[in-house]
């Protein structure tokens, strides 16, 4: 699973499903950005942020 076949796309972004662990352990299916096709905003602003980064800070880093 995971291919291309299984990409949807929403306005701006690709998405991809992903498996991941809840805060109870459970795992649960999600569908989880893979990509941005258009410009991002955050407080009314073009925000074009990082689609992958190596920690938390990397990636809500205000460019």
Do not use: C
């Amino acid at each position: 699973m995971n291919n291309s076949k299984d990409i949807i796309h929403t306005t701006g972004a690709l998405l991809r499903p992903q498996k991941v662990t809840d805060m109870s352990g459970n795992v649960i299916w999600v569908w989880a950005v893979s990509e941005f096709t258009d410009d991002s905003y955050k407080d009314g602003e073009v925000y074009n942020p990082p689609e992958t980064a190596n920690n938390y800070e990397e990636l809500v880093m205000v460019t």
